[in-house]
């Protein structure tokens, strides 16, 4: 009798998806036969070299924080203003 444990990593094993190689590299494709060139390169199965290429798009494009769109207060303010000295440069209108 299969422990729940057992069966959560059995489900687990299952998960996965179906990987199409393209016929020939593209922008957003890559064939076999690359795929194959670059594990031989890296010293990486093509598994992995395909986790690490979506790992390096995810790293690249997905932000690592929380977007942030609250003004500051003035608490928070205050200790900028602390921190950076003042008076070094001086707002205007104009850009040019």
Same mark, same amino acid.
């Given at each position: !009798?299969?422990? #729940?444990? %057992?069966?959560?990593?059995?489900?687990?094993? =299952?998960? @996965?998806?179906? /990987?199409?190689?393209?016929?020939?590299? #593209?922008? /957003? @494709?890559?064939? =076999?036969?690359? $795929?194959? =060139?670059?594990?031989?390169?890296? @010293? !990486?199965?093509?598994?992995?070299?395909?986790? /690490?290429?979506?790992?390096?798009?995810?790293?690249?494009?997905?932000?690592?924080?929380?977007?942030?769109?609250?003004?500051? $207060?003035?608490?928070?303010?205050?200790?900028?203003?602390?921190?950076?000295?003042? @008076? =070094?440069? %001086?707002?205007?209108?104009?850009?040019?």
């Amino acid at each position: !009798m299969a422990t #729940t444990s %057992q069966s959560s990593t059995r489900a687990r094993l =299952r998960q @996965g998806m179906v /990987f199409r190689f393209r016929d020939v590299d #593209t922008r /957003f @494709g890559v064939s =076999r036969r690359t $795929t194959a =060139r670059l594990a031989k390169q890296l @010293g !990486m199965t093509e598994t992995e070299v395909i986790h /690490f290429a979506i790992a390096q798009l995810a790293r690249e494009q997905l932000p690592t924080y929380e977007p942030d769109d609250a003004a500051l $207060t003035p608490k928070q303010l205050k200790r900028i203003k602390q921190l950076e000295p003042q @008076g =070094r440069m %001086q707002t205007t209108e104009r850009l040019f």
